[in-house]
């Protein structure tokens, strides 16, 4: 791991704080390497929809950004997180709540 990178247990902790700042319910499903698990992120909208999110890194600008894996029917969401986690034992989710599909992560120290 490079200097001034979070460990992956350090960001998600820091991420649950800001979401619960700002009264988004979010809870960790699963725990990854506390070192360097990846982290996919769950935000149900609580109309049976949901939305995936995972850190992709960008070859042209050398920047990680979060996107969307999948979005659509939570079951189908759900099933996918299922798929993501067979191929990455190490991976982290975190499932929120937001009827707004407030997920925070486009906030500054969260993109990258």
Known sequence: MSAGRLTADLWVRA???????AHIPAYV?????????????KCATLDGQARAYQRSFDLMT???????L???PER???????KQISF???????????REGRTLLEEEGLKD
Not at 15 to 21: F, G, P
Not at 62 to 68: D, H, L
């Open 70 to 72: 999948i979005e659509g």
């Open 29 to 41: 499903t699963r725990r990854g390497n506390a070192d360097a698990g990846a982290v996919l992120v």
């Open 15 to 21: 991420y649950l704080k800001r979401l619960e700042l």
């Open 88 to 98: 990455d034992p190490d991976l982290w989710v975190i499932e929120l709540e937001s």
């Open 62 to 68: 050398g920047a990680r950004e979060w996107m969307v």
């Open 76 to 82: 189908e969401v759900d099933d996918s997180v299922r």
